[in-house]
């Protein structure tokens, strides 16, 4: 049993892999960027969690920054995805424009707010 | 604290009841050098001159009078002025009057062509005068021209001499003019010297029957003299109103000078010399005074109460007042003093011979005599009177004294004023011994046998006792004068002082033998409240007589009391020094937020190229992506535009930098507000484009 079990998770990945080279390069970019952003908010957890909150806005808008950056990416990429139906009538170089805009925008108040 | 104030108080009623005791025999003094110096300080010109001609008279009359010439920087600045007046032909009778006088004193340098166009006016103004005042300005001027060498001549003295007189009371005093029904004692002073000037400028002789009638005025005058207890005599308004109201030294003043100057002319007066000696203490009474006005008035009518000074007139037909004085009046038997007294003039000059006589020298308490008809010998050196005390066996105390004055010349009683009698205040000091002194401990019924310690109060050691709440302290002494006998002071305490700073004060009862105190420290136990240890016996022994007046610490004794109870009364607060508070605060520790404890720089340094880490990782994944720039525009202005766009997102990144580490928000929005705009529309042109172009392949 164990040994089906284990065959069928790599069986699962692999078809995961071969599925996601499928995807287009610019929605690879965007989830490279979106892990990159999450890495890096995981990062400050942790420093966190060894020396303690002292400027808690400090670390508030640095997580905030990079998990806010990543989730405007999310909403960029599923704009962007061509297979995706609501989108349809968007061109993607406005879904960029705004995630630009809403980027800057987070970021004066990420600035802000950090001390 | 309350019982300082009940010191204070006692103190206070001790120097009223003292200053009372003075006045009935009040110690006075002749003119001195004090007066001198009290008048250069007084008369001070600013820059050269003084205000007005009437105070710059003031001042040079005073300074002529005491002998202090000053006159030589005053005249520079003060002639031109007087010249000024008396050309004037406008000036008022009063700016004559202050002119002329002033120029009698300062001599400044007038033709007799001015003083005669001023005799003149003075002529006209004296025809149109109607009020004293203006009368009595215009004859003294004329009176002062007269005294430059001018001739000025009163033609209608009888009529002036009418006009002055018929404004004169029944009473004796004077009003100011006919309409004004207040009469004056000050303006009998003023008419009586315009009588006087009126009388000397004559051409003809004045009638003595209307000389013989002011006489009889200023015995009338006279009469209306007021007294304080102590002898002195002086001359007081009759109404105290309001502005017009001159205070009773420049209404003697005013009638001192009236009076001696119409004796200079008319003869001799009825006026008993009683009465001028009695007006002269009067003035000596005051002292210093502390105004100018007052210090003029006191000086100028004493000089003319005295013969041998430079006066306007020059021989007076008034008794010359003598006084006694003494120089002393605290006389030490320590320091072996004798008894000095001083019979001179007002102003210290020499008297005709006499000689003075102690009549009866009384203790002040008891009134009993101790000296009689004791004759003082004269030092014809130092010009006193003197008697030595020393062999009398006089004890130390205060005592009056009564003198009498008589003159060797008989003929002198007609000129000179002693008033026979007088009277003096003096102290006798000596040093008081202490005998016999004798301190204890014992228990309550046991005082027969109490051990006694001798204290001997001309050491310094101090004694050690100890005693409980059933014993009694008993201190007991004798206090012996220099002739032996039994003294008696004023201020005779024991002093019982806690470490703790509470006080506690007993006053020592006298027998006829010995002062004595027994402390019985089982009834003080609650006055003591109830505080044990250590208590600082002091002895304070004081006298007017005393010349070794003394707080003496003798020692100290421990003290131990039972237990307070639960209702006893706390010891009052002791006062703290009232500068203490002028004095620095206690510091104030401030308890200041400790900084929160930060992390190693070397972990946040770790963490911190942790965080690149993601980054790092980011570009090698784009790089295996295998991202690329042939998106890029190729032609120049969609390329400039594209460029622009990363450059703008660029500096706003930037602009985000700067507000991190210098800008505040308001400057950061605005510099985002230029930069917003500009990227909207060069990102617009740049991503318009891109999808135009996209839009352009999708359909290829």
Redesign the interface.
């Known amino acids: 049993m164990a040994k089906s079990n284990a065959s069928d998770a790599q069986a699962l990945i692999r078809s995961l892999r071969s599925a996601y080279a499928a995807t287009p390069?610019n929605l690879?970019?965007i989830d490279?960027?979106v892990?990159?952003?999450i890495?890096?908010a995981i990062?400050?957890v942790v420093?966190m969690g060894?020396?303690?909150s002292?400027p808690f806005n400090s670390f508030l808008s640095g997580v905030l920054s990079c998990v806010g950056t990543a989730v405007l990416a999310v909403c960029l990429r599923s704009q962007v995805n061509k297979e995706n139906k609501e989108f349809k009538d968007l061109?993607?170089?406005?879904a960029?424009?705004d995630f630009?805009l809403c980027n800057?925008v987070l970021?004066?108040v990420i600035?802000?707010f950090?001390g | 604290m309350a019982r300082n104030l009940g010191f204070v108080v006692g103190f206070a009623a001790l120097i009223c009841a003292a200053l009372l005791s003075i006045s009935a025999a009040a110690s006075i003094r002749p003119i001195s050098d004090a007066h001198r110096s009290a008048a250069l300080e007084l008369f001070v010109p600013i820059d050269g001159s003084f205000p007005s001609l009437e105070e710059t008279y003031e001042a040079l009359r005073t300074f002529q009078i005491l002998g202090l010439g000053k006159t030589s920087d005053i005249s520079n600045a003060t002639c031109p002025v007087v010249l000024d007046k008396l050309r004037s032909p406008t000036s008022s009778p009063k700016e004559f009057f202050n002119a002329l006088r002033l120029n009698g004193i300062l001599g400044c340098e007038i033709g007799s062509q001015t003083f005669e166009n001023v005799a003149s006016h003075l002529h006209a103004l004296i025809k149109d005068a109607d009020s004293l005042m203006d009368l009595y300005y215009s004859v003294i001027s004329l009176l002062h021209i007269k005294g430059q060498g001018v001739s000025a001549v009163l033609s209608d003295a009888e009529g002036v001499f009418h006009s002055i007189k018929a404004l004169s009371q029944s009473d004796g005093r004077w009003r100011y003019d006919s309409n004004n029904a207040e009469s004056s004692t000050y303006a009998a002073g003023i008419a009586l010297e315009a009588l006087a000037a009126v009388v000397s400028l004559a051409d003809a002789e004045v009638d003595q029957s209307k000389i013989g009638i002011v006489k009889h005025d200023i015995e009338k005058l006279f009469d209306s003299i007021k007294s304080y207890d102590d002898g002195t005599l002086y001359f007081d308004e009759k109404h105290v109103d309001g502005s017009e109201y001159k205070g009773p030294l420049t209404t003697t003043a005013s009638v001192v000078r009236g009076v001696t100057a119409f004796a200079a002319v008319a003869g001799k007066l009825n006026i008993p010399g009683d009465k001028m000696l009695g007006l002269a203490k009067f003035f000596l009474s005051i002292g210093v005074p502390g105004s100018t006005k007052d210090l003029f008035n006191q000086i100028d009518a004493l000089s003319c109460l005295e013969s041998n000074r430079q006066g306007f007139f020059l021989w007076y037909r008034i008794s010359i007042p003598l006084i006694l004085s003494l120089p002393a009046t605290v006389l030490s038997l320590t320091s072996k003093d004798q008894l000095k007294v001083e019979v001179t003039t007002v102003f210290g000059s020499a008297a005709p011979p006499l000689t003075v006589i102690l009549v009866q020298a009384s203790s002040y308490d008891k009134d009993t005599p101790v000296l009689e008809n004791q004759e003082l010998q004269f030092d014809t050196e130092n010009n006193i009177h003197y008697l030595d005390i020393l062999p009398l066996k006089i004890d130390v105390g205060k005592y009056t004294l009564e003198f009498e004055i008589s003159l060797h010349d008989p003929e002198n009683l007609n000129i000179y004023a002693t008033g026979g009698r007088a009277n003096a205040l003096a102290f006798l000091t000596g040093t008081i011994k202490v005998d016999k002194a004798q301190i204890g401990v014992f228990d309550s019924d046991a005082e027969s046998a109490a051990t006694m310690q001798k204290l001997d109060l001309s050491q310094d050691n101090r004694i050690s006792l100890a005693a409980n709440h059933l014993q009694r302290m008993r201190l007991t002494f004798q206090l012996v004068t220099p002739l032996g006998h039994n003294f008696k002071p004023h201020q005779v305490f024991l002093k019982l002082r806690h470490e703790s700073k509470v006080e506690h004060i007993f006053a020592l009862e006298s027998s006829a033998r010995q002062f004595k105190i027994i402390l019985d420290f089982l009834g003080l136990v609650e006055k003591f409240y109830y505080l044990s240890g250590r208590y600082e016996i002091d002895l304070a022994i004081g006298d007017a007589a005393m010349e070794n007046s003394f707080l003496r610490v003798l020692g100290y004794i421990d003290l131990d009391l039972p237990e307070p109870p639960e209702k006893a009364s706390r010891p009052p607060p002791q006062p703290v020094d009232p500068y203490s508070r002028f004095g620095p605060k206690p510091e104030i520790s401030h308890i200041f937020r400790s900084p929160e404890k930060r992390p190693p720089k070397e972990l946040s340094f770790s963490f911190l190229a942790l965080t690149i880490v993601p980054l790092v990782g980011f570009l090698i994944g784009l790089l295996r992506l295998g991202v690329n720039f042939k998106g890029f525009p190729s032609s120049s202005v969609p390329a400039l535009f594209s460029i622009l766009f990363h450059a703008g997102i660029a500096a706003v990144l930037l602009l985000y930098g700067l507000f991190w580490l210098k800008l505040d928000l308001f400057m950061t929005l605005k510099a985002l507000g230029l930069l917003g705009v500009f990227l909207i529309f060069v990102g617009h042109r740049t991503l318009s484009h891109l999808a135009s172009t996209s839009a352009k392949l999708k359909t290829n």
Not at chain 1, 91 to 94: A, G, V
């Open positions: 390069t690879k970019i490279l960027y892990v990159f952003a890495a890096t990062i400050q420093y060894i020396v303690g002292f061109p993607p170089e406005r960029f424009a630009v800057l970021h004066l600035m802000n950090l």
